[in-house]
């Protein structure tokens, strides 16, 4: 083995080269660094990708949806996740998907809308999954929690379940304690009193006309989906009898007024001339009067009530004697 030393200059510094000769390999040691002799190449130019990367370039995410609380029987207010791209993608159709939704909500896989009436109390895991159409296809998920519970009014029972506005009535049911309304139909009760168990409403029926409705009981949780045994029929007021048919000019016969939808009367007429005194009986069946006085001869008795005014009509009414 023989040796050489030799000192050059490249690209402005000096380089010490020990070269070292064994039979026909060289090694050359430059400051400690130590290499062969490499082949030459020649560097190619590669055009770019024309597809995206599929995570780098055009990701799909879907944003993230916060745990949502529903009461059984109440809609749900609709919500709708959202997508976002890492880079634009103006062209691409996204659908949709979810999985272990609670009975009752279902999921446009077009819109990505979240709908429904939950009917079943528990805690269910969602996963919400999305897919769009782009080059490579992407896909993203997104989870959460959806708790659903049993607090809302329940409306089990109206009783008596068929009158007129005016009447007392009572709603028998669950959750009420903290009811803030109930509404016959459209139209709100002007009052009302829960018992202490929250079992239980005794309303005053507000006026409407003649139909059936749904009675529905609000409270801080909601209101629940109507159902069959919450319902109240409205009838016409009718008059079906009248104990007394004769009293003097004078005035002061008492008189019994029967038939149904009598609640709430406001005015009781012997013919145009209005009763000072009356009473009504909660059922709305019986109206007590007393006659005011009127001149001899025959009129009708007329009561008015918020389902509407009703009277004896061709029926014999009530006849008004000059003498005793």
Same mark, same amino acid.
């Given at each position: 083995?023989?040796?050489?030393?030799?000192?050059?200059?490249?690209?402005?510094?000096? +380089?010490?080269?020990?070269?070292?000769?064994?039979?026909?390999?060289?090694?050359?040691?430059?400051?400690?660094?130590?290499?062969?002799?490499?082949?030459?190449?020649?560097?190619?130019?590669?055009?770019?990708?024309?597809?995206? @990367?599929?995570?780098?370039?055009?990701?799909?995410?879907?944003?993230?949806?916060?745990?949502?609380? @529903?009461?059984?029987?109440?809609?749900?207010?609709?919500?709708?996740?959202?997508?976002?791209?890492?880079?634009?993608?103006?062209?691409?159709?996204?659908?949709?998907?979810?999985?272990?939704?609670?009975?009752?909500? @279902?999921?446009?896989?077009?819109?990505?809308?979240?709908?429904?009436?939950?009917?079943?109390?528990?805690?269910?895991?969602?996963?919400?999954?999305?897919?769009?159409?782009?080059?490579?296809?992407?896909?993203?998920?997104?989870?959460?929690?959806?708790?659903?519970?049993?607090?809302?009014?329940?409306?089990?029972?109206?009783?008596?379940?068929?009158?007129?506005?005016?009447?007392?009535?009572?709603?028998?049911?669950?959750?009420?304690?903290?009811?803030? @309304?109930?509404?016959?139909?459209?139209?709100?009760?002007?009052?009302?009193?829960?018992?202490?168990?929250? !079992?239980?409403?005794?309303?005053?029926?507000?006026?409407?006309?003649?139909?059936?409705?749904? =009675?529905?009981?609000?409270?801080? =949780?909601?209101?629940?989906?109507?159902?069959?045994?919450?319902?109240?029929?409205? =009838?016409?007021?009718?008059? !079906?009898?009248?104990?007394?048919?004769?009293?003097?000019?004078?005035?002061?016969?008492?008189?019994?007024?029967?038939?149904?939808? +009598?609640?709430?009367?406001? =005015?009781?007429?012997?013919?145009?001339?209005?009763?000072?005194?009356?009473?009504?009986?909660?059922?709305?069946?019986?109206?007590?009067?007393?006659?005011?006085?009127?001149?001899?001869?025959?009129?009708?008795?007329?009561?008015?009530?918020?389902?509407?005014?009703?009277?004896?009509?061709?029926?014999?009414?009530?006849?008004?004697?000059?003498?005793?």
């Amino acid at each position: 083995m023989s040796a050489r030393q030799a000192t050059y200059s490249w690209k402005g510094r000096r +380089l010490r080269l020990a070269l070292y000769t064994v039979g026909i390999l060289v090694a050359i040691t430059i400051a400690g660094l130590v290499r062969t002799s490499p082949a030459r190449t020649t560097a190619a130019h590669a055009k770019p990708r024309a597809t995206a @990367s599929l995570t780098d370039v055009n990701a799909l995410t879907i944003a993230p949806i916060a745990d949502q609380t @529903s009461n059984v029987g109440i809609p749900v207010v609709p919500i709708s996740p959202s997508v976002a791209f890492a880079q634009p993608a103006p062209d691409s159709v996204v659908t949709w998907g979810a999985v272990g939704l609670p009975p009752g909500i @279902s999921f446009s896989g077009t819109t990505g809308l979240f709908s429904g009436t939950p009917t079943t109390t528990g805690t269910y895991p969602v996963a919400v999954y999305a897919s769009a159409d782009t080059r490579p296809p992407l896909t993203a998920s997104q989870g959460f929690t959806w708790s659903v519970t049993d607090r809302a009014p329940q409306v089990a029972r109206v009783s008596p379940a068929v009158g007129a506005g005016g009447m007392r009535t009572v709603i028998t049911g669950t959750n009420f304690l903290g009811a803030t @309304s109930v509404h016959f139909g459209s139209v709100p009760a002007p009052g009302f009193t829960v018992n202490k168990h929250g !079992t239980a409403i005794v309303v005053r029926v507000p006026a409407a006309r003649p139909g059936v409705v749904d =009675v529905t009981v609000t409270s801080a =949780v909601g209101t629940r989906s109507p159902v069959a045994t919450d319902r109240f029929t409205y =009838v016409a007021p009718t008059i !079906t009898a009248i104990s007394t048919h004769a009293g003097p000019v004078a005035g002061g016969t008492r008189v019994r007024i029967t038939g149904s939808g +009598l609640a709430g009367a406001t =005015v009781v007429r012997f013919g145009n001339v209005p009763s000072r005194a009356f009473a009504v009986h909660h059922s709305g069946t019986l109206v007590t009067a007393i006659a005011p006085a009127g001149s001899a001869g025959t009129v009708q008795i007329e009561i008015v009530t918020p389902g509407g005014t009703v009277s004896t009509g061709g029926r014999t009414g009530f006849t008004y004697r000059a003498h005793a």
